[in-house]
């Protein structure tokens, strides 16, 4: 297996984390109350826009050529690091 196979394993499984995560918060926000609960599906709204951003930069990266995926690489990775923020930041909103 290549080093951009594993790669791109290891970033689905991370954005699979992800998603479960975004799932969890949906769960929590459909006990919220009518005023926050509107707001915490727009936060989750805008979560799923950045994941489905970062599946499409690791398919671009998975179909790349082998010499131009490590140049792929960083976009994904600042990608999953936006997701990452956005979801803990979405967790610490919740808690209020």
Request: charged share 30%; aromatic share 2%; no cysteine.
């Given at each position: 297996m290549s080093t951009r196979d594993e790669y791109v394993r290891k970033m689905h499984s991370?954005?699979?984390?992800?998603?479960?995560?975004?799932?969890?918060?949906?769960?929590?926000?459909?006990?919220?109350?009518?005023?926050?609960?509107?707001?915490?599906?727009?936060?989750?709204?805008?979560?799923?826009v950045r994941q489905d951003e970062a599946r499409a930069k690791l398919e671009s990266l998975r179909n790349a050529g082998e010499g131009a995926w490590q140049d792929l690489k960083a976009g994904v990775e600042l990608a999953w690091d936006a997701i990452g923020e956005a979801i803990e930041s979405a967790k610490t909103h919740f808690k209020k």
């Open positions: 991370l954005l699979d984390k992800g998603s479960a995560e975004i799932d969890a918060l949906e769960a929590k926000a459909q006990h919220a109350e009518a005023g926050a609960r509107e707001a915490y599906q727009k936060q989750i709204a805008a979560l799923r």
